[in-house]
């Protein structure tokens, strides 16, 4: 099913003054901001925030205007990067010039050669990780959910970010403080206007999370600033692009691609994979048909890289979830020109707001829309589907340069974890719903019991 797009020129964009119901906004803003989704249903909106109104934009042909042919036009810049330009710098998260540079070092690490080779790096990180899981299996003991899916891809992200070249008791600094940046972020994220004299909660945490990561990241910098030797890992990458003669790159511009990597890498996947298992106990047909999958083409062995071609399933399951749960859930733009989207003039210098978490679940667009189902992504189903129907990694030239690395991974995680357990979601008293930060986490915390597979031999 597809809407209609066709356009009247220089209509106006539909007004939700959300500056009126401030408390429903401050109480649930994604239940608000899906209200509004789905009020507009399509059409080119207006937030009214009071201090600033952006634009939402959410029908497929609109998102492809922003993101890939007027790119050009809509910058990453405004009040909403404030917070991320301030952690990130003039990295791989920043526009112009600054990110050119960094995406021309860095898009080689992510090409498929090399991520055929991070992927068997990737499996024998999380077939050690998962391993561990099976003490608390056999002891009955339930694990809470979020911190067990962050310790497997923390383990798996070292090993893309650093390869050998960190040791443990810095990788154990780094975690924690990754953690409280990403919790902490998410007032100045929701508010981006109020300017950094105002505190906001969060900014103490955010603030000493932030030395933890800089004082890991610089010492890091410092041992292989002139000696980075060889290896697949993004660290390496960036410190030989640093040595080369005449680059004018500096420890700090190693530092932020580091941060905005990390950043990048870590929370989005732990994110993810959290949102997993809620959806296959909604839906214990289909977590019996991925185990079933997993069982005939993994079975007793550990997971490598080759298995991955033959679990389709898997892989639906994947995409299915980052539909619903597409965890870079908003991101805006700024417009340099004026333009018109949808019939609605767009003046230089207004932004836009763009999130595949609304597109993803417009009526007009998927049928049933808030079910779990991974059979839209057959490929019978995907056929003829609107390129920006579907887009957790955003599009256009800052396509998330991370997407088959997130794909290897949680693959293979998936596969990993279902090869060995059979896991039990603990019911929750309240339905578990999206949390607004950097991302979208669960509003409270999950647990599972994994019950071991047992297997004649
Ligand atoms: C669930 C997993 C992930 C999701 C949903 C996700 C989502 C996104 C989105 C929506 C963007 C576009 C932002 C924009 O247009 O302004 C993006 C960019 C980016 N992502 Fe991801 N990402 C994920 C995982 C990863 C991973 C694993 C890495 C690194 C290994 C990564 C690295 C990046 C980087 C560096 C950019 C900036 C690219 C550029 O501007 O050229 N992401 N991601």
């Known amino acids: 099913m597809s809407v209609d797009a066709s356009t009247v020129p220089s209509r106006r964009a539909r007004n939700f003054p959300l500056y009126r119901t401030v408390s429903r906004f401050v109480r649930d803003p994604l239940r608000e901001l899906e209200r509004i989704g789905a ?79 991070l992927s068997a790096h990737m499996a024998r990180a999380i077939n050690e990780a998962v391993a561990a899981l099976d003490e608390p299996a056999r002891a009955g003991r339930s694990i809470e959910v979020m911190p067990e899916m962050g310790r497997i891809v923390h ?36 508010l981006p206007f109020v300017p950094r004299s105002i505190p906001l909660p969060g900014d103490r945490a955010f603030g000493e999370g932030l030395t933890v990561m800089d004082e890991t990241l610089y010492e890091l910098v410092d041992r292989f600033r002139y000696d980075p030797g060889e290896g697949y890992d993004i ?55 991925l185990a079933a999958e997993i069982e005939r083409v993994v079975g007793g062995d550990e997971v490598r890289p080759e298995h991955l071609r033959e679990l389709p399933y898997v892989r639906q399951v994947v995409q299915e979830l ?48 808030l079910e779990f189902d991974p059979e839209r992504f057959s490929a019978e189903r995907a056929r003829g589907r609107h390129r920006y129907a ?5 599009g256009g030239p800052h396509q998330c340069i991370g997407r088959h690395v997130f794909n290897a991974e949680a693959e293979l995680i998936l596969a990993s974890i279902l090869s060995r357990f059979r896991p039990v979601l603990e019911p929750t008293d309240v339905p578990v719903r999206a949390r607004i930060g950097a991302t979208l986490r669960p509003n409270q915390p999950l647990h599972m019991t994994l019950t071991p597979v047992l297997r004649s031999r």
């Open 155 to 190: 383990d798996t992200v070292i090993k893309v970010l650093f390869g050998d070249k960190i040791r443990k008791a810095e990788a154990d600094r780094l975690i924690p403080a990754m953690e409280r940046l990403a919790t902490s972020i998410a007032f100045r994220f929701l």
């Open 39 to 117: 009020a507009a249903d399509g059409e080119v909106a207006r937030l009214d925030l009071g201090a600033s109104r952006p634009y939402l934009v959410t029908h497929p042909d609109h998102v492809q205007q922003v993101l890939r042919r007027e790119s050009q036009n809509f910058v990453r810049d405004g009040t909403f990067w404030r917070p991320l330009h301030g952690l990130f710098g003039d990295s791989i998260m920043s526009e112009g010039a600054e990110w050119e540079l960094s995406k021309r070092v860095l898009q080689p690490v992510f090409s498929t050669r090399t991520i055929r080779s």
């Open 390 to 394: 579907y887009f957790p990694f955003g």
């Open 322 to 369: 980052l539909r619903l749960y597409p965890v870079g859930w908003i991101f805006p733009r700024i417009a340099l020109n004026p333009t018109d989207i949808g019939g609605v003039r767009v003046k230089a210098g207004q932004t836009v707001l763009i999130s595949p978490f609304l597109t993803h679940r417009l009526a007009s667009v998927w049928e049933r829309p």
């Open 235 to 289: 660290f390496t990458a960036l410190c030989k692009a640093r040595m080369t003669e005449g680059s004018g790159l500096d420890d700090h511009w190693v530092r932020d691609n580091l941060l905005a990597m990390w950043a990048t890498s870590t929370e989005t996947t732990t994110v993810a994979l959290t949102w997993l298992w809620p959806m296959l106990d909604r839906r214990p047909d289909v977590a019996a048909r």
